[in-house]
Nanobody, 128 residues
Framework: EVQLQASGGGLAQDGGSLTLSCAAS????????IGWFRQAPGREREGVSCINSRDGKTHYTDSVEGRFTISMNNNKNVVTLQMKDLRPGDTAVYYC?????????????????????WGRGTLVTVSS
């Protein structure tokens, strides 16, 4: 069973930074796309970023391009989302999710219905 654990959320100031982690439990991201999604209060869940476990390719939604960086560790069991220049609009519950088997073209569409395993969310609050 694919289990994911997101962590690292908290409170940040406008312009500040936070780093989120998504850890795999009992398996490795050998043939997955790992995505980060977020859901702000009263809004639908939206895709933020994803990474290809085979070749390290990354993809970002426009609103975070240049501010967020997704990466995977060498053991392929932790995916990190570094968030810089945070804005109040980034406030949301952040979720990591896995898409397996890997289909990169589908993964980059960042549609939550394509991702078949989800971790619990971690709350990020950015104060102005």
């Amino acid at each position: 069973e694919v289990q994911l654990q997101a962590s690292g959320g908290g409170l940040a100031q406008d312009g500040g930074s936070l780093t989120l982690s998504c850890a795999a439990s009992g398996f490795f991201f050998d043939d997955y796309a790992i995505g980060w999604f977020r859901q702000a209060p009263g809004r639908e869940r939206e895709g933020v970023s994803c990474i290809n476990s085979r070749d390290g390719k990354t993809h970002y939604t426009d609103s975070v391009e240049g501010r967020f960086t997704i990466s995977m560790n060498n053991n392929k069991n932790v995916v990190t989302l570094q968030m810089k220049d945070l804005r109040p609009g980034d406030t949301a519950v952040y979720y990591c999710a896995a898409l397996e088997p890997l289909a990169w073209g589908i993964a980059t569409m960042l549609r939550q219905t394509d991702y078949n395993a989800w971790g619990r969310g971690t709350l990020v609050t950015v104060s102005s």
